[in-house]
């Protein structure tokens, strides 16, 4: 196999990256981490003609077709000079000037970005250099996942810029590596499917006030930050993850852990025999149940905190009063408490009970280490936490639907999933009209069984959702509280305005409403076996208060139909396929 350098222009890279040629794998690649001030720079290198470190692509035609690339190593760079061309940035106070290229013209008339026009722009000439600068590209074809991940490896290892637990993710495709990459994904917010382009990383990429880029996810709104754990610092050198890690081995470990350094290095080494246990630990557990035992834990601890006061830093400022110093120690025994109290004895907390001020001043009540804390210490330290809060922990009782506050991070990554992945989500603010008269749209209970049918026949790589309680336009959203009163709960561009309301307005309980809903179901005539999952696949999830229901639309191994018509989905919108195009559909399930 011959793998040769090969000089391609920022012209052609551009093309690539808008034509979808560019793909990132998140089973393997980083974030979008560089600040403007490194962006600057490497711009700063092009219009200089000094030359800057070799781009590495992955190209995989079994699995992406021909002419489309895997970043290997270059993700940061790409992203800088393309967002620079786009008129994200500046360079020393001047702006690329899109109307020397018209490729880039083109995606700022099409409305892809906000072009800058009245700025100091670059010359001609500069942007002329800028376009013809010779990046050097190493493409390496190989159809193995494996190899691209220990080729990462091997390249990011030793780079300086790398956080220790980057270090440790780098090249490493353990299950156990897997499980923190995704978990830790989810409880951010930053969910994606796998394999997204290039031009879509900024959506599921962390943005700070500090130094904004324009990215999708706000650092002081995750949880991590908002509640003082961890700084954005900490947050964006990936300690999240590396806390999540601590805590998923403590878990399998049935004891915490030392908090050690080296201890995690070795959970990470597959060669090492402490990493040889966790996942033979992990195989046991099951990782699934282990992720939604933590997601559960997550969700229960976030609501806890939010019926108390969901202003920023609340939870620091009770556990350690007085000071901006990230909590992490604390809420390590925060958490395994909850986690005991909630997953192992199946308990959920009093309604409207103040937990969190059981937990003022919490840290100066934990016995901390010389150097680090053993195991001991973090046993003793959840101990004293579960002490001071078991009490206002009840026998949990399943509603008719069950799962409630757990489904809340599910939710609110399906909001976020929905910006790059339309056609898999479809949003209804109910099913009564918003007009005075407020009946029932016949219409639209038809529409959500071909709608469903649609969203299975996308193909066989994933499921699908259907939410009923979500507005997806403000004037809807607006409408809605001036009819019922209830006020909308926005979430990633989303109104929440749940279904209780209506089922106020009809006159029933929240069970009658799902019934109603399923009933339609059972009588349309869709093919099984997606009717019979749909059917099983109901759930309720609670958000402030406000409840919404979920249908899972499950991926199917064959074409579906709905009265013997197919359907399929193009954006959020539903159509009716057939000849030529139902044949193309087909051939995705073979």
């Not at 092009?46 to 690339?69: C, M, N, Q, T, W």
């Not at 004891?255 to 959970?267: F, N, Q």
Request: with cysteine.
């Amino acid at each position: 196999m011959s793998v040769v350098p090969q000089g391609k222009s920022v012209q052609a890279l551009y093309r690539d990256y808008r034509e979808g040629n560019l793909l990132v794998n998140r089973s393997y690649q980083r974030k979008l981490v560089w600040s403007v001030d490194e962006k600057r720079q490497l711009i700063d290198s092009i219009l200089k003609g000094y030359p800057i470190p070799l781009i590495l692509l992955a190209e995989r035609p079994d699995v992406h077709g021909s002419g489309r690339f895997e970043i290997v190593d270059g993700i940061q760079r790409f992203n800088a000079i393309f967002t620079f061309i786009e008129n994200y940035f500046d360079y020393e106070g001047k702006y690329f000037d899109v109307t020397e290229f018209a490729r880039a013209k083109q995606a700022a008339d099409d409305g892809v970005f906000l072009p800058v026009y009245a700025m100091p722009l670059l010359s001609p000439v500069e942007c002329a250099n800028l376009l013809d600068y010779q990046l050097a590209v190493t493409i390496y074809p190989t159809a193995d996942e494996s190899q691209i991940t220990e080729v990462f490896g091997r390249v990011n290892s030793g780079g300086r810029q790398l956080s220790p637990q980057e270090q440790r993710q780098a090249g490493v495709s353990s299950e156990f590596a897997r499980l923190i990459r995704t978990l830790s994904s989810e409880i951010r917010g930053d969910v994606s499917r796998d394999v997204l382009l290039l031009s879509d990383m900024p959506e599921i990429s962390v943005d700070s006030a500090r130094e904004p880029h324009g990215y999708g996810v706000k650092a002081e709104q995750i949880f991590w930050c908002r509640q003082g754990i961890l700084s954005v610092k900490q947050l964006r050198e990936s300690e999240d993850e590396q806390m999540l890690a601590d805590i998923a081995a403590s878990i399998l470990s049935s004891e915490p852990l030392p908090a050690s350094k080296e201890l995690l290095d070795k959970l990470y080494d597959p060669a090492a025999e402490e990493g040889k246990d966790i996942d033979a630990r992990l195989a046991t557990y099951g990782s699934r149940r282990l992720m939604d035992d933590i997601k559960r834990t997550f969700s229960v601890l976030r609501q806890t905190i939010a019926q108390c006061d969901d202003s920023p830093n609340y939870l620091r400022s009770k556990v350690r009063p007085g000071t901006s110093y990230p909590i992490k120690a604390p809420f390590y025994a925060i958490f395994m408490a909850f986690f005991d109290l909630v997953v192992t004895q199946q308990k959920t907390p009093e309604p409207n009970a103040s937990i969190v001020n059981a937990l003022d001043g919490l840290d100066s009540r934990l016995s901390k280490g010389a150097h680090y804390e053993t195991t001991d210490n973090r046993s003793r330290n959840i101990k004293i936490t579960k002490g001071l809060i078991q009490e206002q922990f009840i026998a949990m009782t399943e509603g008719a639907l069950g799962h409630g506050p757990a489904l809340l991070l599910d939710f609110e990554n399906a909001l976020r999933r929905s910006r790059i992945e339309t056609p898999r989500y479809e949003f209804k603010q109910g099913i009564l009209r918003l007009d005075n008269d407020r009946g029932i749209d016949s219409d639209l209970l038809a529409r959500l069984t071909e709608t469903a049918c649609g969203i299975a026949n996308l193909g066989p790589n994933a499921d699908g959702y259907i939410f009923i309680g979500v507005a997806d336009r403000g004037e809807h959203a607006t409408r809605i509280e001036t009819l019922d009163g209830a006020v909308p709960r926005q979430i990633a561009g989303h109104y929440v305005v749940g279904v209780d309301r209506e089922a106020r307005v009809l006159d029933w309980s929240l069970d009658s409403y799902v019934r109603f809903i399923v009933d339609a179901f059972q009588k349309a005539e869709i093919t099984d076996p997606l009717r019979t999952q749909i059917l099983a696949s109901f759930d309720a999830v609670t958000v402030h208060d406000l409840s919404v229901i979920r249908i899972r639309v499950p991926q199917q191994t064959d074409v579906s139909f709905v009265s013997g018509k197919a359907y399929y989905r193009e954006g959020s919108s539903t159509i009716e396929i057939e000849g030529p195009r139902l044949v193309a559909v087909s051939k995705l399930f073979k």
